[in-house]
């Protein structure tokens, strides 16, 4: 990944901060750095904002909320950052934990009351590994509201956005101070921009089939359900560069997306009571752990797919999130009023359905754990209507990125930050550690939206004359 020399870089225009990626990172990024009074322009490779951002279920988590207040959880950033660290075994940077946990519930405030998204918090489902109920949404629950509700902020807050328009080269001083990138017009003409401060927000390498290879050869083969945009350019010019990066082979799988339909069915759907089964109707891991470790023995199981069993009661519960809905429209949940009828809908042997059920509800009712560690204590025993989704296992984004600093500033091998090039979402480093197992949900957006926001003002700040 090249890096122009500045002496032979001539800007035709310039912005004070300009931002490389206009998903969730990027365009709040962009709103910080505008609310601190600079010109910023957003560069985005596509025709329209969108990324992963656009795909995901847009679920942010944030702890001391006011959302969380009205309906009475109890949370704090401490206590977030706890979960964490326990999910990702102590793994990442405490002080990045420390700043994301603590940045997050105020941003999202901030991005309510000032620019009127509406989230509120979900309350009837705890993620695994989250010890208080922190997930927020925007009404649907969908990405795809979430980028259109930033994209109209963004605008209405005064930033330029300019699309089609991929990042090809940074320039840069010896020094690795960024004077500018090179950008390429689906025309393959070329555009100059100069920076005084430079945000990548271009998300991590998941859509880079080679770099995928290299750092998660357990997905090299899976299905890659996020961004196909997301190339790793943020970690090849930072390498280029003499930035340091951490835990590349970090990511997050996911063990339920429907197949071969393609849409992600809620976790909610197994931690409710629910479980997954292979064609042959055997259990075969513990669907408590989280929905990231669940890809890997998922793509184990014959034909590289699962069945996740749950009941109507469960399905209402995921029927809040847009993805479900639209799998129930795509007739998709294989519903039956008995065992035997799931079983011939899904074509497993109905005696290893009926023994599995079985199995699991006497589990529930004795509180005991299972062969995997799953406690199935307190759960309530799956009722008719049965319902049951085939899905599969898919990489969504990876983890690993740039090392940043709290201030999001780009970090070399040594410590020292870079002159003036910063990170955001999946960009950076994020707080998941070296494996898969190391997600806590929401750690994705956590990083676009806390880190984002940080970047914005820290870029602006170095970008803004001294008044
Ligand atoms: C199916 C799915 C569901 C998910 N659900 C959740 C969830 O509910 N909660 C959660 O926390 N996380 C979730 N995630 C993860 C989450 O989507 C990401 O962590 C987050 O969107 C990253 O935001 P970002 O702004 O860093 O990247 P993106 O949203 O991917 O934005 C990066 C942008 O940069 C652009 N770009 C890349 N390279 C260039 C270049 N060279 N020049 C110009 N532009 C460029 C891309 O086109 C893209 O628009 C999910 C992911 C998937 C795939």
Not at 13 to 24: E, K, R, Y
Not at 329 to 338: K, N, S, T
Not at 368 to 395: K, N
Request: glycine share 12%; proline share 5%; net charge negative.
């Amino acid at each position: 990944m090249s890096i122009l020399p500045a002496a032979e870089f001539a800007a035709d225009i310039s912005f004070p901060v300009v931002i490389v990626g206009a998903g969730a990172a990027g365009l709040i990024a962009a709103l910080a750095a505008r609310e601190a009074g600079v010109e910023v322009l957003v560069i985005e490779r596509d025709s329209t904002p969108r990324g992963s951002t656009s795909l995901s279920a847009g679920l942010i988590p944030a702890a001391g909320t006011r959302w969380q207040r009205a309906v009475g959880v109890e949370d704090t950033a401490e206590a977030f950052a706890a979960d964490i660290l326990a999910k990702a075994h102590d793994t990442p940077d405490p002080a990045m934990v420390a700043m994301a946990s603590a940045m997050a519930g105020p941003t999202l405030e901030w991005l309510a009351d000032q620019h009127g998204l509406d989230f509120s918090v979900i309350a009837d489902f705890l993620y695994p590994g989250h010890s208080a109920c922190r997930m927020h949404g925007l009404p649907k629950r969908a990405g795809a509201e979430l980028i259109e509700a930033l994209a109209a902020a963004a605008e209405r807050a005064g930033v330029t956005v300019l699309c089609d328009a991929q990042v090809l080269k940074l320039a840069a001083e010896a020094d690795g101070r960024i004077v500018g990138v090179v950008v390429q017009r689906p025309d393959g003409g070329t555009e100059r921009i100069g920076c005084q401060a430079l945000v990548l927000a271009c998300n991590g390498y998941g859509g880079n089939k080679v770099l995928v290879a290299q750092h998660v050869p357990e997905l090299a083969e899976a299905l890659y359900f996020g961004h196909p945009g997301n190339q790793g350019e943020a970690i090849l010019w930072g390498e280029a560069l003499g930035a340091a990066t951490r835990h590349l082979s970090g990511h997050q799988g996911h063990g339920s997306v429907a197949h071969p339909a393609g849409i992600l069915i809620s976790w909610a759907t197994l931690t409710e009571g629910g479980f997954q089964i292979n064609t042959e109707g055997q259990r075969f891991h513990n669907e408590s752990l989280g929905y990231s470790e669940a890809a890997s023995p998922v793509l184990r199981q014959p034909g590289g797919v699962a069945w996740s069993v749950f009941d109507s009661r469960i399905g209402l519960i995921a029927a809040q999130f847009e993805d479900f809905r639209q799998a129930e429209a795509a007739g998709i949940v294989l519903r039956a009023p008995d065992v035997a009828g799931l079983a011939a809908r899904m074509r497993v042997p109905v005696d290893a359905l009926a023994a599995t059920m079985a199995e699991v509800d006497s589990l529930k009712v004795s509180g005991g754990t299972d062969r995997f560690g799953r406690s199935f204590a307190g759960v309530a025993a799956l009722q008719p209507e049965f319902c049951a989704v085939r899905v599969t296992g898919a990489l969504f984004h990876t983890q690993g990125g740039l090392s940043v600093d709290p201030r999001t500033r780009v970090l070399r091998e040594n410590g020292e930050p870079l002159p003036n090039m910063f990170a955001a979402g999946g960009a950076a480093c994020g707080v998941s550690g070296p494996d898969a197992s190391g997600y806590l949900s929401g750690n994705g957006l956590l990083m676009a939206t806390a880190l984002g926001r940080q970047a914005g003002i820290s870029a602006a700040a170095l970008a803004k004359p001294a008044e």
